[in-house]
């Protein structure tokens, strides 16, 4: 276990296949981030959903879990499930969004998810953003895909419970699936707390990590 790092961006750039993708693999981060830093830029790239109920639960997500910080959200209209069928629209619109911005950090997909649409854009985002830390976050589902984080970022109790409930809240369309309850997400918190000696956590995973150690 190593020493905590402090990380105080000034913009960060999250990326996701599907409406709540996001919300699921980093909403305690993006709580915290956006309290620490209410000017923080949150650029933010959702792949499918667009004109949907989907895209109106993803906008009251981000409204509810960024508070005052300022959200630049884009939802496109991909078909859902079927992304790597249209790698060259997806490559596109990845590369159009970098256009946009310069992140401190970028958040999306770790590169193992079982999920065809997830693994795509973990495989894409880092060669558009190749100077830029990339953290990898993980969505609890059907499959047992879980990766084993090599980044956490700790969270209160207080936190891990706000997030669960957003979730439940601010996406209705979602609440028939088995997955996604309070308990499951609250839960993997935890773990993920304990994993780093810390109440609650989200994990997440960075293929590669620079480190600058000044000289004496």
């Known amino acids: 276990m190593t020493a905590a790092?402090?990380?105080e961006p000034a913009s960060v750039a999250l990326v996701g296949?599907?409406?709540?993708?996001?919300?699921?693999?980093?909403?305690?981060?993006?709580l915290q981030m956006t309290r620490r830093n209410p000017r923080l830029v949150v650029h933010a790239l959702v792949l499918t959903g667009?004109?949907?109920?989907?895209?109106?639960?993803?906008?009251?997500?981000?409204?509810a879990f960024c508070g005052a910080a300022e959200v630049r959200l884009t939802v496109h209209d991909l078909?859902?499930?079927?992304?790597?069928?249209h790698w060259a629209d997806v490559k596109e619109r990845i590369a159009a969004f970098r256009r946009t911005c310069d992140p401190d950090l970028?958040?999306?997909?770790?590169r193992l998810d079982a999920h065809q649409d997830h693994r795509l854009l973990a495989e894409l985002l880092p060669t558009e953003f190749r100077s830029h830390p990339y953290w990898g976050?993980?969505?609890?589902?059907w499959e047992s895909d879980l990766p084993t984080p090599n980044v956490f970022h700790p969270a209160t109790a207080e936190i891990a419970q706000r997030k669960a409930?957003?979730?439940?809240?601010?996406?209705?369309?979602?609440?028939?699936?088995?997955?996604f309850d309070e308990q499951a997400f609250a839960g993997l918190?935890?773990?993920?707390?304990?994993?780093?000696?810390?109440?609650?956590?989200e994990g997440f995973v960075a293929d590669k990590v620079c480190v600058d150690v000044p000289a004496s």
């Open 50 to 63: 667009a004109g949907t109920e989907r895209e109106v639960e993803e906008k009251n997500a981000f409204a």
């Open 17 to 30: 296949a599907h409406c709540d993708d996001i919300a699921i693999g980093a909403g305690a981060t993006l």
């Open 79 to 85: 078909p859902d499930g079927q992304l790597p069928r």
């Open 106 to 110: 970028v958040i999306g997909p770790q």
């Open 165 to 179: 409930r957003l979730l439940h809240q601010s996406y209705p369309s979602q609440a028939g699936k088995p997955w």
């Open 137 to 141: 976050y993980e969505i609890l589902k």
């Open 5 to 7: 790092i402090a990380l």
């Open 189 to 201: 918190m935890r773990i993920r707390g304990v994993q780093c000696r810390q109440p609650y956590a």
